[in-house]
């Protein structure tokens, strides 16, 4: 149960109302005669019982009411014997046992609820009732009553019976229809806030007291100053689509829309994370962290989506976690500022409120004409090096790279912006080495983290300077989930703590291959041809325009080859090449190394194998023992029995 | 005398909870005790939904509603808007078979979310409307 939620407060109550009930049941049995304290005693008399869903609702008759609570109105009523319907829960109906005619003594607290349709009043919360025997004859005749099971009649009630809290006084203070479009939040300077049209409130600073102040009247005027920490993209639920905007496609990861984040921290040290509008794909999310990052902001009329814990967010609490503590000293609420503030030792937060924007108002305000506050953390950049030295799990880090080869996970049914991505990246922290750590990093990018159209080309294109920020490191591996944002610029304000954002100076080196190279890495090996796959030779023609690898024949001239992407006959093929061989590497000894190589015959790289394969016409004897030179490459697969590397021959980007 | 009392009698009471919480941000004990009384043991464990903020209003573009709530163990169950129905096993139990509760904790979830303005809201398009519902036909098939 949420700590301080509804569902604890009620646990509680039932708690105490249960030791209460039972107290006084036990009470009323032991003294064997009725509480002495008359006042506010319900007196009745049952005149019809039937069942509601294990409810028992009595019509009941009310006989006289004590003195205390007779009001004016009663003192008329009573005359009439007013008649009641009064509710008793399953366990107070198994105690009492009534039948039509008994007389029940109900002792306070009970609580009276008047319907709409001025039917007789309703009684409940009944817990502490009592039949009043009148004669001893009717104890004896309780006593034979007690033997034979009385039928009560029970009422079903129809599913088709819905509740409906509207009525027409509140459609006054109903919320407006959420068919609206959001707007975008406006780059305002500071002259056009003045023309704000929402009447605001005066500045609040705790996002608790907004929190807190939900619901209550006004509560769409408070104004709460933040300072924005984080800006990042989540990948929204699929019914983002209604929100168009205008008519641009939407930023999307795959059939899931991406929504504009905040990670907001008030001057108590609370953080928020506030869900903005969706992305369209020519919106640059660099923008928005280099202009908003670091700023303050003011946020109105937010609604609570979730208040979210350590336990069940755990991405979300590894970003927090790398902005604790905090660099200034925190406000203490209840405090005046000149007052000694608590910074040192304080836990790092449990739980943060998730907010989103109601649609159809601007509601964050972010003053980008003003300095960077200073409760902002920028990302501590470090260098790969330090990074692998980080002995923790699921710590938030950020580092700049070069990024070297790029793969794809190789699931067909996923559609290609939903794969994972394994990027191989390296920087001079690294390469600068000799030898004890390797020469080059995996990061693996899942489908959560949210990469725009720019980074995607750009993470194909050439080799590439990528900032890489909050990104998580465990377990020995760096991956990019919800919340780490990839950039290609540098960014403007960083802890470059160790960190060398230099450029890569001669060529990249990746690690030679031996005995600790694992599956799924890149590495670059040398040696000596010992055997050919001879079955896993075989060529076929490309496109030379478009690289498309499926040509066909043409239809008018059966000698040419057509490519559809192109939509024209090819004349000139790039013939490509694919073949297993076996190399002896004198790095790894002990195993069998397969490479699978494969060529355009336009790169020869390995020359006389490629030219004895095009004329078909090879003999095996001549290429054994031919030397290899440093070949860079993927590894598929790495086996100890049989003791097999199984390689494919890459381009570094 | 025909007729039901106790939908009444929960209508007021949910009604009285919007009401309390429109003036107020806070409900009061008095709210949480009815409550109890009424629904029983459904009632902590419904507004442990509403807690967890994990009932969702669903919406086509045609007006037609339901709610969607994410039970404790993490699945996803449907509430009709148009009657009381929902697709946890509880519900067939205890409110259709054996006519023991007005409601199961979800659909009281739902109604206490949409008292106290904790709903969260969710656009789709009919056709994806259309396939929540279908998907709950299938399992039950």
Redesign the interface.
């Known amino acids: 149960l949420c700590r301080g939620g509804l569902a604890e407060r009620l646990c509680r109550l039932q708690n105490r109302e249960r030791s209460a009930i039972s107290f006084w049941r036990h009470q009323c049995i032991s003294d064997d005669k009725t509480p002495s304290d008359k006042s506010g005693v319900l007196i009745v008399k049952i005149l019809e019982i039937f069942e509601e869903c294990t409810i028992q609702v009595a019509i009941c008759q009310q006989l006289e009411q004590s003195p205390v609570t007779l009001s004016p109105e009663d003192a008329v009523i009573n005359a009439q014997k007013p008649i009641l319907k009064v509710l008793f829960a399953r366990e107070t109906a198994a105690h009492l046992k009534s039948r039509p005619q008994d007389v029940i003594h109900i002792y306070p607290p009970w609580q009276k609820l008047l319907l709409r349709n001025a039917d007789a009043p309703v009684i409940m919360n009944t817990y502490f009732s009592q039949k009043v025997l009148l004669s001893e004859h009717s104890e004896a005749r309780e006593k034979t009553y007690g033997l034979t099971k009385m039928l009560i009649r029970k009422n079903i009630i129809s599913l088709a019976q819905t509740f409906r809290l509207d009525d027409l006084d509140d459609k006054l203070h109903q919320e407006p229809s959420d068919n609206q479009v959001p707007c975008a939040p406006q780059i305002h300077n500071n002259s056009d806030s003045k023309q704000h049209p929402l009447a605001l409130s005066a500045v609040n600073d705790s996002l608790l007291d907004m929190v807190e102040s939900q619901g209550a009247v006004g509560w769409r005027e408070v104004q709460v100053q933040v300072v924005i920490q984080r800006v990042y993209c989540l990948p929204a639920r699929e019914g983002c689509r209604s929100h168009t905007q205008g008519n641009k496609p939407l930023l999307s990861n795959g059939g899931m829309f991406c929504r504009l984040c905040l990670l907001v921290q008030d001057a108590y040290g609370m953080f928020s994370e506030v869900q903005l509008q969706p992305l369209s794909s020519t919106d640059d999310i660099e923008q928005y962290c280099r202009r908003w990052e670091g700023k303050s902001c003011c946020l109105a009329g937010m609604k609570i989506l979730q208040r979210t814990t350590r336990g069940r967010a755990l991405g979300l609490f590894s970003l927090i976690d790398s902005l604790w503590p905090p660099v200034v000293p925190l406000k203490v609420p209840g405090q005046s500022q000149d007052s000694e503030m608590m910074t040192t030792n304080l836990p790092p937060p449990s739980f943060c409120y998730i907010l989103t924007v109601q649609s159809g108002e601007i509601h964050v305000e972010v003053d980008e004409e003003e300095q960077i506050s200073n409760l902002y953390q920028p990302p501590a950049v470090h260098g790969l090096k330090e990074i692998l030295r980080i002995d923790a799990c699921n710590e938030r880090c950020s580092f700049w790279a070069q990024v070297l080869y790029r793969r794809l996970q190789t699931k067909h049914n996923v559609p290609i912006d939903q794969r994972d991505i394994l990027l191989f990246v390296t920087d001079s922290t690294l390469q600068n080495v000799v030898h004890g750590i390797p020469k080059v990093v995996a990061v693996s990018v899942t489908a959560s983290c949210v990469l725009s159209m720019e980074i995607r080309e750009a993470l194909g294109a050439g080799s590439q300077l990528v900032f890489f920020k909050d990104a998580l490191w465990g377990n020995g591996r760096i991956i990019c989930v919800e919340r780490t944002v990839l950039l290609l610029q540098k960014p403007l304000l960083c802890l470059a703590a160790g960190a060398d954002l230099s450029k890569l100076t001669g060529p990249v080196r990746l690690d030679e291959l031996d005995s600790t190279t694992q599956a799924n890495s890149i590495c670059a090996l040398r040696g000596t041809v010992v055997g050919v796959n001879e079955s896993t030779a075989f060529s076929w023609p490309t496109c030379d325009r478009c690289g498309n690898g499926k040509l066909e024949l043409c239809p008018q001239d059966r000698e040419l080859l057509y490519c559809n992407q192109c939509s024209e006959a090819v004349t000139t093929p790039v013939l490509k090449m694919q073949l297993e061989v076996f190399l002896s590497c004198p790095s790894r000894s002990q195993s069998t190394v397969k490479v699978k190589v494969w060529h355009e015959i336009n790169l020869a790289l390995f020359v006389l194998l490629t030219m004895l394969l095009f004329l078909q016409t090879y003999e095996v004897q001549s290429v054994l023992g031919k030397e290899v030179g440093l070949l860079n490459c993927y590894v598929h697969s790495v086996t100890s029995h049989p003791n097999c590397v199984a390689l494919e021959e890459i381009v570094l980007l | 005398?025909d007729g039901?009392?106790?939908?009444?009698?929960?209508?007021?009471?949910?009604?009285e909870i919007?009401k309390a919480?429109?003036?107020?941000?806070h409900?009061t004990?008095?709210f949480?005790?009815?409550?109890?009384?009424?629904f029983?043991p459904s009632?902590?464990?419904?507004?442990?939904l509403?807690?967890?903020?994990s009932v969702t209003r669903?919406?086509a573009?045609s007006g037609r509603t339901l709610y969607q709530v994410l039970g404790s163990s993490g699945k996803l169950y449907t509430c009709y808007?148009?009657?009381?129905?929902c697709t946890c096993p509880a519900f067939g139990f205890s409110?259709l078979q054996k006519?023991?509760?007005?409601l199961c904790k979800h659909i009281l979830a739902v109604?206490l979310s949409?008292?106290?303005?904790?709903c969260?809201?969710?656009?789709?398009?009919e056709e994806?409307l259309t396939n929540i519902l279908l998907t709950e036909e299938e399992d039950e098939g």
Not at chain 2, 4 to 11: I, Q, W
């Open positions: 005398m039901s009392t106790l939908p009444a009698v929960a209508e007021e009471l949910l009604r919007k919480f429109q003036e107020s941000s409900g004990d008095t949480s005790s009815r409550l109890k009384f009424i029983g009632a902590v464990p419904a507004l442990d509403v807690d967890q903020r669903v919406v573009p808007s148009s009657c009381h129905f409110v006519s023991e509760s007005l109604y949409q008292a106290m303005g904790a969260q809201e969710l656009s789709v398009s994806q």
